[in-house]
């Protein structure tokens, strides 16, 4: 018998009390507003929670007038990926999707993704298929996770993932919250990799689930020189915290011979620089096994057309 066959019938078109969402926003407003238009309306009714990272566009005031049913946390300054932290902190259902806010989920793919973490539970993390808005494209990254190199149990219903998209994927509380949630020194910025190493160092399994499914409609209210530059910091130092000696010195020649060379990349080395002596004093490299998710990412991290550092 399947999860779904298992539960009453009701719940298979009702709310589902098993997954909440927590929504992270900063100077969105009208992308926000329409997120949260379409969250409300899923058949799964969650529990939705807003950490607005201290807009000063009048987002929270929006939200809470547009949406009182939904949960606000205001953040007098912008906490980056800790707003996740923040709003888990405030849900207690077992399972958490994340979305931010020019993305939402399909109807149903919540239901699924509780159905499916119920009948797996060492499975901590599932990612969905992406599609681009307009117009339902793939992302260019589903095929690398549907093709993805990482060997993980047998009993995973998907392809394992060396690591996750946050505002893609539906995690386990328990694990989420077992690990420390995101680091607070990455901020935002590639801040998935380094939990999905500690989650795989605690055991627990990620996959991509295709019949999960989220849309993202990238706002154009962003800035793509802060996020190339602190995504080059964090992958230096979410490298040199957790891999080995050897794979850490490739992958930072790997980088070192492939960023643009501009104020950009200059200023994302040396903030990773300036890093070294908290990187040294934290530094736990990953078990074997944990470390063999990474390791079997190298090539597909070298030849990559939709993870690049430009901006």
Known sequence: MTATEARPQELD?????????????????????????????????????????????????????????????????????????????????????????????????????????????????????ILVEPGGREDPIVPELRDSPVRGADWLPGPALGSFLA????????????????SERLWLGGEEELMAGDLAAAGWELCYLPALTVHHQASKARDSHR???????????????????????RRTGHLLRTLPRDRVTAQGLWAAVRGLPWVVRERRVLPPHAEARFAALEHTQRTSTARRYVS
Not at 101 to 128: E, F, I, M
Not at 167 to 182: D, L, M, P, Y
Not at 227 to 249: C, E, F, H, K, S
């Open 227 to 249: 996020r190339r530059r602190d995504g080059i910091r964090n992958t230096l130092w979410t490298t040199w915290l957790r891999r080995p000696v050897r794979p850490a010195l």
């Open 167 to 182: 505002g893609a994927s539906v995690v386990r509380r328990e694990a989420f919250t077992g690990v420390g949630g995101f």
């Open 13 to 129: 078109t009702g709310p589902d009390p098993r997954v909440s969402v927590v929504v992270i926003t900063h100077q969105r407003r009208d992308e926000v507003l329409l997120a949260l238009s379409r969250l409300v309306a899923l058949p799964e009714q969650p529990h939705v929670v807003v950490v607005d990272n201290g807009s000063t566009d009048g987002t929270a005031a929006a939200v809470a007038a547009r949406f009182p049913q939904v949960e606000l946390v205001a953040s007098p300054e912008n906490l980056g990926a800790i707003g996740r932290n923040v709003g888990v902190a405030r849900v207690d259902t077992a399972y958490v999707a994340f979305c931010d806010d020019d993305t939402w989920w399909d109807p149903g793919s919540l239901r699924t993704a509780a159905d499916v973490l119920d009948a797996h539970p060492r499975l901590a993390v599932v990612t969905a298929r």
